[in-house]
């Protein structure tokens, strides 16, 4: 739970930990601390250079998972850590094949490990956490369970590359990090930096992904775009550009321009064969006679995973049909039945009692995802019925996960609300009414209520274009449903809310000529809408909707409502 609202909080006398200006700073947002949520984490707001610092004092990153190490291990390598996130910033390099590879902060090691592999040898990563040992027995020796201090391999050489994602928030002195970085860099040298945005922390967006970012009591400090930007031209890089990538920054330093390919997805082909030989090693290896344990089947079950949805969702589906035997072959844990992976699935969920050490026996933790992508499968090869199983599938999984886990599942509870939209689009395509107005209420009452059984709230584009879709579709199928929807709100005491009013006013305008003649309820609506942007600067609901949404919402107003002006100037306040 976050709060915005810290008017009541003292300022207090301190130091920036990201500019290192000594003055007053104010409280921004509280939230609990990550690992003790007894505990309030209060982050404060430079007014010089806009960064973020915690309050209080920072425990070390590697003690969030002592308590169980190989869960966290489990879940990183089967589902949670986003691989292409984290090799793309590196990738985009035109010259990457050429150089020498350091990366501080490896974690797990996947992204030294596709350097070494299918980049350049010269790779060395190091990590002082328990789950980079795990990655050293996985996936090879250059991997260093240390700290760089404490790596022989590291000592008294440069690198032409050094990368260090997502570590400056946690160290204690970020200026002295970056300068004995720097000093390790040979003179063509660069250095790449990823760390959460200051300027993200805010409250029209997801509290999920914003407390993702704050990681309370573990991120000693938040840099703003500028301020990161002007750490690393004071730590003496002639050429720095940095970048915001929504709730994250990156950013490419060295003493000469950087040359860059013309885009990420250049590097796909590479990364796609990571991806497969990891898959095709580790199965050889199985079918060859030689054991293989628990965590090099997660290993397998989790590349092969994130290979057949990177292709299905970038539409290569001929190539995605190739890997998907290798997908559902590790899906479910301890099934060797003749049915089908529908079947197995069902009834595995069948079983779903809240327990996700239930969960845990008898599935990866990537099978919400799966389910949504299967679902994208068969919805676009026509087959309604199929992508409506597949995405229900997604939502019960979900609901599962997150219900017992403390670990949760960021890419589930992003992909359920997919899911549910996508039920919305074969709801809509079967006239299922009822289902309908269940999907609708249920993306309306996470937006205007900010939570959910999915530990999620819809996007802003993906909520408008589901309620959209459900109300033109109840509409077109007659009767009262479309009305009864609204009843069920109200019995339901979901108060006004901008976004909910303006896709019922679209949804009218865009499927029902009655707009025009029904001025009551265009009166009704308008009023909701203003009613909501009034309580904007109160309440969480209304600071949801944001400048982009607003400005998007009064052009397609305008679009499709020339009159009366009302509607057309709904947003103008």
Known sequence: MLTWSLQNVPSSAGTCHGCGAAGTLHAHVKTAHQADPGTECIFDRCSECGSLSLRGRMIAFEHLYDTDEALFVRSYVESSGGLWEMLWPVALLADARDRSFLEVGCGFGFTVDWWHRCMNADAIGCDPAVYSAVGRKLLGSHIHNALLADVPEARARQFDLIYASEVIEHVDNPVAFVHELAARLTPRGVLVLTTPAAEFVAPENSDHTVTAALAPGFHGVLFSEKQLGALMRQSGFACVETRRYNERLVC????????????????????????????????????TGNDIDSQQISLRAGAAYRLYKELVLRGQAAEARKWRHAVHRDLLLGVRSESSIEAAIDAFLATADGSFESFLAGARLHLPQLCFVEGQVAEREGDAASAARWYRRCEVATRWIVAGSRLGNIEASAFVWSAIAGLVRTFAAGKQVQELQGAAMAIACAVIRRDSPYASVPDPVTAVNGLLQAFAAMQESGGNHFSGLIEAMQQQNVPPHPLLSAAIALARARHAQDILADQALAGRIADDARKALDLQAETPAGRWLGADVTASLRQ???????APASFSSLFAR
């Open 252 to 287: 490419w330093c060295s003493a000469e321009p950087v040359r860059f390919l013309g885009g990420a997805d250049a590097a796909l082909p590479v990364y796609f064969g990571y991806l497969a030989d990891i898959v095709n090693r580790l199965q050889e290896s199985q079918s």
């Open 556 to 562: 397609a107003l305008t679009r499709y409502v020339p």
